[in-house]
Nanobody
Framework: QVQLVESGGGSVQAGGSLRLSCAASGRTFSRYAMGWFRQAPGKEREFVAAISWTASSTYYADSVKGRFTISRDKVKDTVYLQMNSLKPEDTAVYYC?????????????????WGQGTQVTVSS
């Protein structure tokens, strides 16, 4: 069974940091673009960040630029999201995603695989 399993979510105060991880199982995603999306209560799921399968290109939503960093370890088949200077508006369920299309279009393309999500809560 193909799975993307997120971990690292939790509760943190504003200004704090968290690191999310997403591990692949059941198949390799080494040739897939990987990304992170989030969904806050009452809102639609939104794009956060994406990284190309070569890890040479990264893309970010304007709301997280300069605070979040996406990276990947191709040996471990794991993608990470380092989140710094967290704000209450970053509170959401964060989802890992894998897609065969280029990372630069991941914000708008249909996604091939989704993780189950991990909760991030930022208190003021």
């Amino acid at each position: 069974q193909v799975q993307l399993v997120e971990s690292g979510g939790g509760s943190v105060q504003a200004g704090g940091s968290l690191r999310l991880s997403c591990a692949a199982s059941g198949r390799t995603f080494s040739r897939y673009a990987m990304g992170w999306f989030r969904q806050a209560p009452g809102k639609e799921r939104e794009f956060v960040a994406a990284i190309s399968w070569t890890a040479s290109s990264t893309y970010y939503a304007d709301s997280v630029k300069g605070r979040f960093t996406i990276s990947r370890d191709k040996v471990k088949d794991t993608v990470y999201l380092q989140m710094n200077s967290l704000k209450p508006e970053d509170t959401a369920v964060y989802y890992c995603a894998a897609d065969r299309n280029p990372a630069r279009t991941m914000a708008k393309d249909p996604i091939d695989y989704w993780g189950q999500g991990t909760q991030v809560t930022v208190s003021s």
